[in-house]
């Protein structure tokens, strides 16, 4: 079973065969990193997307191509690092949470090594008032890592610490905010608007709450909910099955209830 719990990683040699002939190469990624990019890539490519289904069971040579990908992936993003992002429609949905009467909102989104992506727009006392902060750190102790900044006209300019991860991340925020938002959430059970553990059924599927819908304008109701039109809007086919699976097993622990009772779990009625 391929590990996906965090650890440092020392540089590792894979090799891999294409093309009849045998490719090495180095990875300093850990297998969580690796899993972490294959999900980014998915929607691009289909070969990523398979690995990252059977996550759970790679061989040893569905691993090292897990990590070529990766490697290859994120070799241009370190590059691009200082590179401008067109940031526009993250700023759209801040501003639409603002202008609904949250004081403070912020996006946030889990990284391989467990700490939190956040994205928020600075007070008018910052530095730069009116700008997009984006900071990494843990969720309550207080030692956020500044990555970067986007001025108000969209443009977003990496610090010389962005890892490739943060960008590859921001990178797909800005290409469909949306779209990330829906996976991530379904993906890890937590909205990213609330921080709060998604338990209801319905919420699972949207990948938000719908508090938070109506907050940051959000599609929310009967048309929009429909397994059908959202799923295959916002995210991958192999996501939209997962989470078919995952409400099914929602409505079993509804119809089976303390099973769980030993968790605990924080409903998302942000």
């Known amino acids: 079973m391929c590990e996906t719990n965090h ?5 590792r040699e894979f090799s891999v065969k294409s093309n009849g002939r045998e490719i090495a190469f180095t990875s300093t990624l850990s297998n969580a990193e690796m899993l972490q990019t294959l999900f980014l890539m998915s ?7 398979d690995l990252y289904r059977v996550r759970d069971r790679l061989s040893s040579a569905q691993l090292a191509w897990g990590h070529k990908l990766a490697v290859d992936h994120l070799r241009p993003a370190a590059v691009a690092v200082a590179a401008p992002l067109n940031m526009s429609q993250v700023f759209d949905l801040l501003d639409t ?16 090594d467990g700490r939190v992506l956040t994205l928020s727009v600075a007070g008018p006392m910052s530095k730069a008032p009116g700008t997009m902060k984006v900071v990494t750190g843990s969720r ?6 500044f990555r970067g900044r986007a001025r108000r006209g969209g443009d977003f300019s990496a610090a010389r610490n962005c890892p490739p991860e943060v960008f590859a991340l921001l990178e797909s925020l800005a290409a469909d905010p949306r779209a990330v938002i829906v996976a991530n959430g379904r993906l890890n059970g937590v909205c990213c608007f609330c921080a709060r553990v ?3 059924a319905r919420s699972l599927a949207a990948g938000y709450g719908d508090t938070c819908a109506g907050n940051w304008g ?6 929009s909910m429909s397994a059908a039109s959202l799923v295959s809007a916002a995210v991958p086919e192999w996501v939209a099955a997962d989470n078919a699976a995952l409400a099914a097993a929602r409505a079993d622990d509804e119809a089976n209830p303390g099973r769980f009772d030993n968790l ?6 942000c």
Do not use: E
């Open 198 to 200: 998604l338990s209801d």
């Open 97 to 112: 949470a603002a202008a609904s009467g949250l004081k403070y909102p912020k996006l946030r989104f889990g990284l391989s």
């Open 7 to 11: 650890t440092p990683a020392a540089a």
């Open 140 to 145: 309550a102790n207080g030692d956020d890592v």
């Open 264 to 269: 605990d779990r924080v409903p998302c009625d």
């Open 43 to 49: 929607n691009g490519s289909n070969f990523a997307r």
């Open 218 to 223: 959000m599609p929310w109701g009967a048309a």
